[in-house]
């Protein structure tokens, strides 16, 4: 039987694969909030999508399917609202490079609130995104955009000793992030290549389960010079070394309770992303404290 999906998430677009892995002809099966996807392409070419919501394989019921920044979208009932827009996207000269996927064993949430620590970048990242000596997190802006519900951090500076693979030296870095979805953010950073543009990553993360996920990344850049497999390298090496630290949190889950886990100043976007969860009601993915989990047992 198809798992009970949250009233929360239901009606919201997610990632289930890559444009690039849909091939026609072809049909491709994963997990998305624990139930069974099956994904095809229509004679036209247009992605499908169908839930497995019995024992048997031919227990299926459609859902909804879009393609847009060179992934494949589902939602599981009408979308309560347009997958989010991306202008940027489209801009000439910029290089589009999907990076694929990668599988992490921890929560999604979890996965997206490391993407959003900048205090992260000079103990993981060092030599590349960071480094001990520029350790500071200078004070940076968050806001909750009110027509669309989306956070926003701005005016967040870091140095960076190589902020992008086209760099050719350490700078400060300027930062916007952009979370759109629960499981799905941006972030803009200043382009070596065109110092008054910003180049982008897409981070979109496929819940399989509770505790287990699937991350695609998309990058954006301003870059003439390197070939797609070294901006896919350079993206690997970085979630790579991300990717430990996330698998080693405990509980794996998010805690959203704030007796659990207190951050520090400079976690303002964490902090404001966890409110942000809290009150769009999102469990899954999410810890339970004992007493909210005795609570909620004793209400059913």
Not at 113 to 138: C, I, M, R, T
Request: glycine share 4%; proline share 7%.
């Amino acid at each position: 039987m198809i798992p009970a999906i949250e009233p929360a998430l239901a009606d919201d677009w997610f990632v289930a694969a890559s444009s690039q892995s849909l091939s026609a002809g072809t049909t491709t099966r994963t997990r998305l909030l624990g139930a069974p996807i099956i994904l095809f392409r229509d004679e036209t070419g247009q992605p499908c999508a169908s839930v497995q919501h019995g024992p048997r394989e031919t227990d299926l019921r459609p859902i909804f399917a879009c393609e847009r920044y060179t992934l494949i979208w589902v939602s599981f009932k009408s979308p309560c609202k347009p997958l989010f827009a991306i202008p940027e996207f489209d801009q000439p000269g910029r290089r589009i490079v999907p990076c694929g996927a990668l599988g992490v064993k921890t929560s999604g949430l979890r996965v997206v609130e490391n993407f959003l620590d900048l205090a992260h970048l000079p103990y993981v990242h060092s030599g590349w995104l960071g480094q001990e000596a520029h350790s500071e997190v200078k004070r940076y802006d968050v806001n909750r955009n009110q027509d669309t519900d989306e956070l926003w951090a701005t005016d967040c500076r870091f140095w960076q000793p190589r902020a992008a693979l086209s760099a050719n030296g350490g700078f400060e870095v300027e930062y916007t992030y952009r979370v759109m979805q629960p499981f799905t953010t941006m972030l803009y950073k200043s382009s070596p290549a065109r110092p008054a543009a910003f180049d982008f990553i897409l981070l979109c993360v496929q819940p399989t389960t509770d505790e287990q996920c699937l991350v695609y990344s998309v990058l954006g850049y301003f870059d003439d010079v390197s070939s797609d497999a070294e901006l896919i390298s350079f993206m690997q090496l970085i979630f790579g070394q991300d990717k430990p630290i996330l698998e080693s949190h405990r509980p794996k889950r998010i805690p959203l309770d704030t007796r659990i886990e207190v951050p520090t100043r400079a976690d303002a976007l964490s902090t404001a992303y966890r409110r942000w969860l809290r009150e769009k009601c999102i469990t899954y993915g999410v810890h339970r404290h004992e007493s909210e989990a005795s609570n909620h047992d004793q209400t059913l």
